[in-house]
T-cell receptor, first 113, second 113 residues
Framework: KAGVTQTPRYLIKTRGQQVTLSCSPI?????VSWYQQTPGQGLQFLFE???????NKGNFPGRFSGRQFSNSRSEMNVSTLELGDSALYLC????????????FGQGTRLTVV | AQTVTQSQPEMSVQEAETVTLSCTYD???????LFWYKQPPSRQMILVIR??????QNATENRFSVNFQKAAKSFSLKISDSQLGDAAMYFC??????????FGAGTRLTVKP
């Protein structure tokens, strides 16, 4: 069974640009969550999608958005990039209606220069 | 919102010895899940152990066990017979009834040969 796949693994962008990250969950998992990981702030919850609907949202500005497709694949978008957006972005998937563990991808390392 | 606190930014242990990582959380819910995740340098988050709040018995997975004190809102991880491969960042996580998962700041564990 394939794990959670995040693409790309590494990304370098310039301030002011926008970026789209992709996450393919484990087959059968319909809940996808996104996290931002930085050395200073740790792991911070961005949002969670289930059945193409955003169910939960963390405390991030509107420049951070996401969506989920009918096949449960999810994308997150960051517009008008700032230097502080440099981070490891992790995606996690889990089963429907389950409060069991989330399975994580390897993350996308975003560097904003 | 629920908060998760890991008060030990770094810990070290001698190979074959035992180490305990601390975690406390704040919640008003009675039903939730707790997890310990490991993030090695490869950065893939891996589930170590989980605990359902309604279960009084402490979870155990081979060399890993937890001390779950619900009234004290404490959830520590004990690693017995530490191995070099246990070196990693360890994150304590809380998952609420609405699927919102929050993480602690992490504890970096070093294993000395």
């Amino acid at each position: 069974k394939a794990g959670v796949t995040q693409t790309p693994r590494y990304l370098i962008k310039t301030r002011g640009q926008q970026v789209t990250l992709s996450c393919s969950p484990i087959s059968g998992h319909r809940s996808v969550s996104w996290y931002q990981q930085t050395p200073g702030q740790g792991l911070q919850f961005l949002f969670e999608y289930f059945s193409e609907t955003q169910r939960n949202k963390g405390n991030f500005p509107g420049r951070f958005s996401g969506r989920q497709f009918s096949n449960s694949r999810s994308e997150m978008n960051v517009s008008t990039l700032e230097l502080g957006d440099s981070a490891l972005y992790l995606c996690a998937s889990s089963l429907v209606g389950s409060r069991t563990e989330a399975f994580f991808g390897q993350g996308t390392r975003l560097t904003v220069v | 919102a629920q908060t998760v606190t890991q008060s030990q930014p770094e810990m070290s242990v001698q190979e074959a010895e035992t180490v305990t990582l601390s975690c406390t959380y704040d919640t008003s819910e009675s039903d939730y899940y707790l997890f310990w995740y490991k993030q090695p340098p490869s950065r893939q988050m891996i589930l170590v152990i989980r605990q359902e709040a309604y279960k009084q018995q402490n979870a155990t997975e081979n060399r890993f066990s937890v001390n779950f004190q619900k009234a004290a809102k404490s959830f520590s991880l004990k690693i017995s017979d530490s191995q070099l491969g246990d070196a990693a960042m360890y994150f304590c996580a809380y998952r609420s009834a609405d699927n919102d998962m929050r993480f602690g700041a992490g504890t970096r564990l070093t294993v000395k040969p």
